[in-house]
């Protein structure tokens, strides 16, 4: 177990039981104020813990690591220093936060500079990222999809059973949980015996997924091992791979999604390192037929996050539409990133990687509202007394996660996103 891990550690700083940031959590993410510039943080409870004046107060002096890392608009250049520096460093938050350390409570001064209630600060994006590849690795997902667009006998296509299938996505639309997202425009084709028409997409839907992030960067013609993964991911994030449903079925034939995907997706603003994501390990699925050797692997590979979508009207009270876990992953992480490397592809530090939709076995537990409301045909029931087959202009889909053993709550926080119309 990780020290910083230890379930029995407690903070001076007030932390609610619902909390998703104990002192055991530490994740990784950049802040600003109307007096401060960019920076990497920390959060614990509420707090927003400012790194850059924390190493500036001298509070990492007595570790080697390159304190400039923390004044900068993205946590790129701190990942890239290795997973033995990052946990030096949230070993030594972890120390500094306990509630019977003395080191820093109590000294007022340095606290004023070092110390934010969330409220009054602005998260941003925490990664800079170079390349997105989005996977389709929930068998369950995959196979509701291909049942309500293909064959249900033949759900599945011939190579989803052999490799994690996934496309190049696009990283410039990539936005911070909180951001506004206007309804795309774009070709589609309501009626199949009429020309297609262009307008704004009418069947907006979110997909719940999740993003691991690289911290080490590989060269060209190496290849990343599923023993080797973990070595490579820094850690996780929620997120929402909007989707434009009706623009996706017109352009998607013959090279994948395009238009319907790159207009947005939303991130939660704090990486969860898989270091504090070690006591939620659970396995992974019995693959039948059997992989090639390189997507083989061993030990506990999935994670047991429990994973929650609400969709909240501009005017009146949420709902929640989904309740599914990450540990629903046919493919883990570990083989999505041996098989990205197979062919000698590099990645870089901030690349990211997303799950693809994590839907579970029963309805309640499906991540898209295309699998939820069955393709519009079984609409959701909202407090207000409306209906949602997709997502209308004005809703706001939350997304939450977390996992807990042992009285410990890890969790990545919310990833927000409200819909505006089509400009």
């Known amino acids: 177990m990780f020290k910083a891990n230890n379930p029995a550690l407690s903070s001076w700083i007030a932390v609610s039981s619902d909390s998703d940031f104990p002192i055991q959590n530490i994740p990784f993410g950049v802040f600003k104020t109307a007096e401060k510039s960019p920076r990497v943080a920390t959060i614990i409870g509420d707090t927003i813990i400012d790194l850059a004046e924390l190493a500036k107060a001298g509070y990492f002096s007595d570790l080697e690591v390159d304190t400039a890392v923390f004044n900068q608009s993205s946590i790129n250049d701190f990942m890239a220093l290795g997973k033995k520096a990052a946990r030096a460093v949230r070993d030594r938050i972890s120390d ?62 011939p190579n989803w059973l052999h490799l994690p299938v996934g496309y190049h996505g696009r ?186 939709t994590i839907s579970g076995p029963t309805p309640d537990s499906y991540g898209s509202m295309l699998e939820i409301s069955w393709r519009g045909t079984k609409p959701v029931d909202m407090p207000d007394g409306t209906q949602r087959r997709f997502i209308n202009d004005g809703d706001t889909v939350v997304m939450k996660g977390f996992g807990e053993v042992n009285g410990v709550r890890i969790g990545f926080g919310e990833c927000t996103g409200k819909v505006l119309p089509a400009l």
């Open 96 to 157: 500094l936060f306990e509630k019977n350390n003395t080191e820093l409570a109590g000294k007022t001064q340095v606290l004023a500079n070092v110390l934010h209630n969330k409220k009054e600060v602005e998260l941003l994006l925490p990664v800079q990222v170079g390349d997105y590849t989005d996977f389709y690795s929930s068998r369950e997902h995959a196979t509701n999809v291909g049942t309500m667009f293909r064959d249900p006998d033949n759900a599945l296509l």
């Open 171 to 356: 990283a410039s639309s990539i936005v911070v949980s909180g951001t506004e997202i206007h309804r795309p425009k774009g070709q589609q084709r309501p009626d199949d015996s009429l020309p297609p028409v262009c307008g704004p997409c009418r069947l907006l839907d979110f997909e719940l997924e999740m993003a691991f992030i690289i911290g080490q960067p590989t060269k060209m013609g190496q290849s990343i091992s599923t023993a080797e993964a973990d070595d490579y991911i820094f850690g996780l994030a929620l997120f929402n791979d909007w989707s434009a449903r009706d623009i996706q079925k017109w352009e998607y034939i013959p090279l994948g999604p395009f238009l319907a995907k790159s207009f947005a997706s939303t991130l939660s603003p704090w990486i969860v390192t898989l270091d504090a994501l070690e006591p939620f390990r659970t396995k992974g699925y019995e693959q039948d037929p059997e992989v090639l050797p390189y997507l083989q692997y061993e030990g506990q590979k999935n994670y047991d996050i429990k994973l929650e979508v609400a969709i909240q009207p501009e005017a009146g009270e949420a709902k929640v539409v989904c309740n599914s876990n990450f540990k629903h992953l046919y493919w883990t992480m570990t083989q999505q990133l041996a098989h990205h490397t197979i062919n000698g592809c590099n990645v870089k530090v901030g690349d990211m990687c997303a799950s693809g």
